[in-house]
């Protein structure tokens, strides 16, 4: 059971280039999620799925797009990458976002240093 | 909108002594808290989290947490540190009026624990 991964774990861009970051997670999870982390601002959601087949935008949804392709990946894109999307990128998942879900847990992949030139 | 703040971007503290990492949160309605830890060059994972009932909540690794409503606080305690939790520390918040359900971190605590 290897929980969420990532890949790559590393990436370096030039300004203007594209990449899609993966997630998968193997626990059977209904609900994914993509966080950048950047220092002293904590992790900040960019998208979420709640379910297989919906996407929703978070706090910073600029400049990203997702796919939620089946119900264990989720994948982060970005077209044309920009120096302010240097960053940590973490995918999580839980087992389901509805309402009255609060109590629900959230678990997070290794994570992608992206580095935009 | 709900917030989390933790006032201290690194606590200090010497191998064997009691720590705390201090969280608080503002939120409407009835606060839901966690705390995750992230270990240099790793995900964050889950340490505790509260929902309702006692006010002390146990976790992972020897931690606790106190929720005291008056003090919209959530601090992170362990009675005697270890070097082992040197890392990154975050408190999370979810309000029960976020539409979204979604989750607010705090900026994160370094914690040093010295031998």
């Known amino acids: 059971n290897a929980g969420v991964t990532q890949t790559p774990k590393f990436q370096v861009l030039k300004t203007g280039q594209s990449m899609t970051l993966q997630c998968a997670q193997d626990?059977?999870?209904?609900?994914m999620y993509w966080y950048r982390q950047d220092p002293g601002m904590g992790l900040r959601l960019i998208y979420y799925?709640?379910?297989?087949?919906?996407?929703d935008k978070g706090e910073v949804p600029n400049g990203y797009n997702v796919s939620r392709l089946n119900k264990r990946e989720f994948s982060l894109r970005l077209e044309s990458a920009a120096p302010s999307q240097t960053s940590v990128y973490f995918c999580?998942?839980?087992?389901?976002?509805?309402?009255?879900?609060?109590?629900?847990?959230?678990?997070f992949g290794p994570g992608t240093r992206l580095l935009v030139l | 909108a709900q917030s989390v703040a933790q006032p201290e971007d690194q606590v200090n503290v010497a191998e064997g002594n009691p720590l705390t990492v201090k969280c608080t949160y503002s939120?409407?309605?009835?606060?839901?808290l966690f705390w995750y830890v992230q270990y240099p060059n790793r995900g964050l994972q889950f340490l505790l989290k509260?929902?309702?009932?006692?006010?002390l909540v146990k976790g992972s690794y020897g931690f606790e947490a106190e929720f005291n409503k008056s003090q919209t606080s959530f601090h992170l305690k362990k009675p005697s540190a270890l070097v082992s939790d040197s890392a990154l520390y975050f408190c999370?918040?979810?309000?029960?009026?976020?539409?979204?359900?979604?989750?607010?971190f705090g900026g994160g605590t370094r914690l040093m624990v010295k031998p």
């Open positions: 939120v409407s309605g009835n606060p839901y």
């Open positions: 999580a998942s839980s087992e389901r976002l509805r309402r009255g879900g609060l109590q629900e847990t959230q678990y």
């Open positions: 626990m059977n999870h209904n609900s």
């Open positions: 509260y929902i309702t009932g006692d006010n």
């Open positions: 999370a918040v979810r309000g029960i009026n976020n539409a979204g359900n979604m989750l607010t």
């Open positions: 799925s709640a379910s297989e087949g919906t996407t």
